[in-house]
């Protein structure tokens, strides 16, 4: 049955840096500087690498899906409370799948596309998640099996989903793009990238149009390009100046975008962001860089308009370390570390602003290390 929050939440709905609820685990720790702190959560049911996160509209968060500690896809899902700060289980996936991508939809329900399945390989599979009934359904397949595409929603409610890779990286990264019309179950292609790639951003712009940056496809890629859901079609924009694989990408509380990290030329591990002005089609690289660099991070607006970026692998270390990105100043500081490395995890923010990080691994490499804790970041 559809769980009852209590005035609690939404109490602090409206608060920008409070906590709401205190913290339910009397054994957690808590890593802080004068900026902000992460405190350790609740568990989750199992351990999950590469799982999806998504932010439900009555302040929980599903957690679907992943790698567990067997190596062995999931099809099993958490739902996060953020008033007693515990995990329970709701219902499960017809399709084990990490490496999967996900958006919360206007009604509210969560739309799960592709991933790697139990064969190894990629699937075409596509699942909704109702939280009034805390039940999956299948819905219509996708034109071609997709892990690590990205999805975005569209101002007109529809989702873009782009590229990705079907079963071998080096070899069949994806072009192809097709939009997922929630109001009738079906999936229609559209235009296709100019570049195929996966490990890629997909950001919406104030203007409707989406940015997608960045990527694999045998070789790290440069070469953004702009979706206008207007025409169906990409067209290339302007260069970041240098390829990323697994960048991050925020759209910040003006009109840039904020680019991060990743790994780029002979897989060197990148320190440098990039800023994109939609409206001169360019980047700059002239902000400043991070104090780590890292790639497969985690990236975050926060309420107050800085971007949260957490841990991430340099491939030698899997990382704890966390800073911030201050749009005004255009630097990063550091800022309390995570109780855990984490790389592959995932995140989002909660509705009074504070980040919860959950799952991943702490193991670099395809080793597994795959964790079930989770923590929370609220600025002091």
Request: with cysteine; charged share 15%.
């Amino acid at each position: 049955m559809k769980k009852i929050f209590s005035f609690a939440l939404f109490a602090c709905i409206g608060a920008i840096l409070v906590s709401c609820g205190g913290n339910g685990d009397s054994s957690s720790s808590t890593s802080s500087s004068p900026t902000g702190a992460f405190t350790a959560t609740g568990m989750m049911t199992s351990p999950r690498s590469m799982p999806t996160a998504n932010l439900l509209i009555d302040g929980r968060v599903l957690v679907a899906g992943g790698v567990g500690s067997e190596a062995n896809a999931l099809a099993s899902a958490d739902l996060y409370d953020p008033i007693t700060r515990t995990f329970s289980p709701t219902g499960s996936m017809s399709n084990p799948r990490y490496a999967a991508s996900s958006v919360r939809l206007l009604d509210g329900r969560i739309f799960v596309a592709g991933g790697e399945g139990i064969s190894g390989t990629g699937i075409d599979s596509v699942e909704i998640y109702n939280p009034a009934s805390g039940t999956w359904q299948v819905t219509s397949k996708m034109s071609t099996p997709r892990l690590n595409p990205t999805v975005t929603l569209l101002d007109n409610g529809k989702v873009l989903v782009v590229g990705g890779y079907t079963y071998d990286s080096d070899c069949c990264a994806l072009a192809s793009a097709e939009i997922y019309d929630p109001a009738t179950g079906t999936f229609s292609p559209t235009g296709s990238l100019s570049t195929a790639r996966r490990n890629s951003t997909a950001t919406l712009l104030n203007n409707g149009k989406v940015l997608i940056a960045g990527g694999y496809n045998g070789v790290n890629i440069d070469a953004p390009e702009i979706y206008n859901p207007f025409t169906g079609k990409f067209s290339l924009t302007g260069s970041m100046g240098t390829p990323r694989r697994f960048p991050t990408a925020n759209l910040l509380l003006g009109k840039n975008v904020l680019v991060v990290g990743g790994y780029g030329e002979n897989n060197s591990v990148l320190v440098s962001a990039s800023l994109y002005d939609p409206e001169a089609g360019t980047f700059s690289n002239t902000t400043g860089s991070m104090n780590t660099p890292t790639g497969r991070q985690t990236s975050t607006l926060l309420i107050d308009g800085k971007v949260l970026i957490a841990g991430g692998y340099n491939l030698v270390n899997v990382l704890s370390s966390a800073q911030l990105y201050d749009p005004i100043t255009g630097t990063f500081s550091a800022t309390g570390s995570m109780t855990v490395p984490r790389w592959r995890h995932a995140e989002a923010r909660l509705l009074n602003g504070d980040v919860l990080i959950v799952g991943g691994a702490n193991v670099g490499g395809n080793s597994g290390g795959a964790l079930a804790s989770a923590e929370t970041y609220s600025r002091k």
